[in-house]
């Protein structure tokens, strides 16, 4: 079986530093990518990671440790515009994307 | 920038009606993907497509069925709409071999059915 499990909802202050975690329990396993949803609209492509380690894109940064089967989302100087659901996927291989349940981030002020 | 679209955004249709939700990509990408989602849901993977001829089920089973007769266009139909059906519906896209696994997304259709 595949499961991924996150967070369900964060809630974070403007300008603060927040960090989603992702376990993962899969079979076949070439990456772990991050995607953000607004409400109503569609989910973007945030971050991708195929190797142990920390990507840096921006204020996002996304970690992955294979061997613990774990990934985090970093987001920094967090904006209001940063409110939106966010979503850790499992590459299965051939571009086939099992996707978690989703943290939906609340930015305050 | 990505380009997939999505028509109609929003139906609300009544019981029995069969219905086609449409989805065009112009980015030449040969995998085409169909979630559902409800909302504040995960996606579910319902259809996907490795190119033109080749259709596969997903990880939800779903009473809908694809075609994919042009890369460009992968067309989910719904013989006869019930109200379980209700959920939006999201198209995807991907290239062959990027190294990303990046998909890109339609803005969906939201569908209601009475």
């Known amino acids: 079986g595949q499961s991924l499990e996150q967070p369900s909802e964060v809630t974070a202050v403007e300008g603060a530093i927040v960090q989603i975690n992702c376990t993962y329990q899969?079979?076949?396993?070439?990456?772990l990518s991050w995607y953000q949803q607004h409400d109503g609209g569609a989910p973007t492509f945030l971050s991708y990671n195929a190797l142990d380690g920390l990507e840096e894109t921006g204020r996002f940064s996304s970690f992955l440790s294979r061997s613990d089967s774990y990934g985090y989302l970093l987001l920094q100087e967090l904006q209001m515009k940063d409110s939106a659901s966010y979503f850790c996927?499992?590459?299965?291989?051939?571009?086939?994307?099992?996707f978690g349940t989703g943290t939906r981030l609340t930015v305050i002020p | 920038e990505a380009d997939i679209y999505q028509t109609p955004r929003y139906l609300v249709i009544g019981t029995g009606k069969k219905i086609t939700l449409e989805c065009s990509q112009t980015?030449?990408?040969?995998?085409m993907y169909w979630y559902q989602q409800d909302p504040g849901m995960e996606l579910h993977l319902i259809h996907y497509s490795y190119g033109v001829n080749s259709t596969e089920k997903g990880d939800l089973s779903s009473e809908s069925t694809v075609s994919r007769i042009r890369t460009e266009h992968f067309p989910l139909t719904l013989e006869s709409a019930r109200p379980s059906h209700t959920s939006q519906y999201l198209c995807?896209?991907?290239?062959?071999?990027?190294?990303?696994?990046?998909?890109?997304f339609g803005p969906g259709t939201r569908l209601t059915v009475l």
């Open positions: 980015m030449g990408h040969d995998k």
């Open positions: 899969t079979s076949g396993f070439y990456g």
């Open positions: 996927a499992v590459s299965r291989g051939a571009n086939n994307l099992f």
């Open positions: 995807a896209s991907s290239e062959s071999w990027g190294s990303t696994d990046t998909q890109y």
